[in-house]
């Protein structure tokens, strides 16, 4: 297993376009995290799914923002209707507080 | 709620120094989950340590090594000789016990001048 694969690596868009993000987690691992990182800022949470589940979501997480996971594999994070302040690293993790959290490199977003 | 504080944002030192990392949390569980990440240019985080509050050893491995004190709810962190190679943004992070969500500091950018 190579780790979490996030694709695209980077996104630019321009305002009011959709844009989607794709996470590929450690293949053992049952639960799924987004982050969200801004400039000079710590990761903050978005969504967690343990499976296909989607189990909890943070207020960040506007109307816009939809996450999935189906088959509990792979998962996806859709921003509709991007706006300037989407612009953000945005981060997919894989594993639990016993294993560990094990991130991927991110999808770098900028909203022109 | 949980809070993790990193005080210091930026920390330059010449290579072969030591610098320390600090890391201050706040939580009301006594169960919980203290990380280490180091996340260099690429992006990536890269974990370092994960300490339960149960376990309050200090550890070293390699040149990093880290000190947790349930007493003044800090978890620090120390690079030993330093190395160009450590420059990076280096993350505290706090989950506790059922809990899905990590809290993260704001990083401490770490600059190792040659």
């Known amino acids: 297993d190579t780790g979490v694969s996030q694709n695209p690596r980077h996104k630019i868009t321009k305002r009011g376009q959709n844009v989607t993000f794709r996470c590929d987690p450690i293949s053992e691992h049952n639960r799924l995290y987004w982050y969200r990182q801004t400039l000079g800022q710590g990761p903050e949470f978005l969504t967690y799914?343990?499976?296909?589940?989607?189990?909890?979501k943070s207020r960040l997480l506007s109307d816009r923002f939809s996450a999935e996971r189906p088959k509990g594999s792979f998962s996806t994070l859709e921003i509709q209707r991007t706006e300037q302040g989407d612009s953000a690293m945005y981060l997919c993790?894989?594993?639990?507080?016993?294993?560990?959290?094990?991130f991927g490199s991110g999808t770098r977003l900028t909203v022109v | 709620a949980q809070k993790v504080t990193q005080a210091q944002t930026e920390i330059s030192v010449v290579e072969k120094e030591d610098v320390t990392l600090d890391c201050v949390y706040e939580?009301?569980?006594?169960?919980?989950?203290l990380f280490w990440y180091k996340q260099p240019p690429s992006g990536e985080l890269v974990f370092l340590i994960r300490?339960?509050?149960?376990?309050?050893q200090n550890e070293i491995s390699g040149r990093y090594s880290w000190n947790f004190q349930k007493s003044t709810s800090s978890f620090n962190f120390t690079i030993t000789a330093s190395q160009v190679v450590d420059s990076a943004v280096y993350f505290c992070?706090?989950?506790?016990?059922?809990?899905?969500?990590?809290?993260f500091g704001k990083g401490n950018q770490v600059v190792v001048i040659p």
């Open positions: 992070a706090l989950t506790s016990y059922g809990n899905n969500r990590l809290a």
């Open positions: 993790a894989s594993g639990d507080t016993y294993y560990g959290y094990t």
């Open positions: 300490r339960n509050s149960f376990d309050e």
């Open positions: 939580t009301r569980d006594t169960t919980y989950y």
């Open positions: 799914f343990q499976n296909e589940a989607q189990l909890e």
